[in-house]
T-cell receptor, first 111, second 114 residues
Framework: DAKTTQPPSMDCAEGRAANLPCNHSTISGNEYVYWYRQIHSQGPQYIIHGLKNNETNEMASLIITEDRKSSTLILPHATLRDTAVYYCIVRVAGTASKLTFGTGTRLQVTL | DGGITQSPKYLFRKEGQNVTLSCEQNLNHDAMYWYRQDPGQGLRLIYYSQIVNDFQKGDIAEGYSVSREKKESFPLTVTSAQKNPTAFYLC?????????????FGEGSRLTVL
């Protein structure tokens, strides 16, 4: 699976949009981009995934560049409860066993 | 409510002792997984099971053992052969191995070796 690069930490003011970048320059055509988040001492929570089109759900939006070498997770109105570590993962469909979590981005939402 | 239940939440063990962590799911998922997380690190896959009575080693299986006798249960045994067992252990499940990659995680079990 392709490796991903994320900034180790980011800050965001409550109520503002949080834009979390992820670089996956070696992604293959059949690899999806997934985002999970982990609140301190809890299990990770699935947020969203996509292949090449932008995606939106009730939690977030995922913007994937046209060349698919990078993506951005957008939390449109961050709250204090969004403070967590966010993981960007790429994987080939059908290989859930190889879901590899790096160190992610620690997002701190502040008042 | 459907979900994944891990127990115990906290566990202390003396060196040389085996310990078994429980993972139960009522989501009717075929696939189950065990991950290990060390402080400030990502998750590493220990074992996974795609179907009852079948399981495969992940990236760091040495010193661990699992069983999958029932669809809803996937216990992990940390044996005395595991050199650095103190860690946060996470169990997860997914509908099946060829699903879209959405894993459902339990709340974790924190093991400390004294």
């Amino acid at each position: 699976d392709a490796k991903t690069t994320q900034p180790p930490s980011m800050d965001c003011a409550e109520g503002r949009a949080a834009n979390l970048p992820c670089n996956h320059s070696t992604i293959s055509g059949n690899e999806y981009v997934y985002w999970y988040r982990q609140i301190h001492s809890q299990g990770p929570q699935y947020i969203i995934h996509g292949l090449k089109n932008n995606e939106t759900n009730e939690m977030a939006s995922l913007i994937i560049t046209e060349d698919r070498k990078s993506s951005t997770l957008i939390l449109p109105h961050a709250t204090l409860r969004d403070t967590a570590v966010y993981y960007c993962i790429v994987r080939v469909a059908g290989t859930a066993s190889k879901l590899t979590f790096g160190t992610g981005t620690r997002l701190q939402v502040t008042l | 409510d459907g979900g994944i239940t891990q127990s115990p939440k906290y566990l202390f063990r003396k060196e040389g002792q085996n310990v078994t962590l429980s993972c139960e799911q009522n989501l009717n998922h075929d696939a189950m997984y065990w991950y290990r997380q060390d402080p400030g690190q990502g998750l590493r896959l220990i074992y996974y099971s795609q179907i009852v009575n079948d399981f495969q080693k992940g990236d760091i299986a040495e010193g661990y053992s699992v069983s999958r006798e029932k669809k809803e249960s996937f216990p992990l045994t940390v044996t005395s052969a595991q050199k650095n067992p103190t860690a946060f252990y996470l169990c997860a499940s997914s509908i099946d191995r060829v699903n879209t990659g959405e894993l459902f995680f339990g709340e974790g079990s924190r093991l400390t070796v004294l």
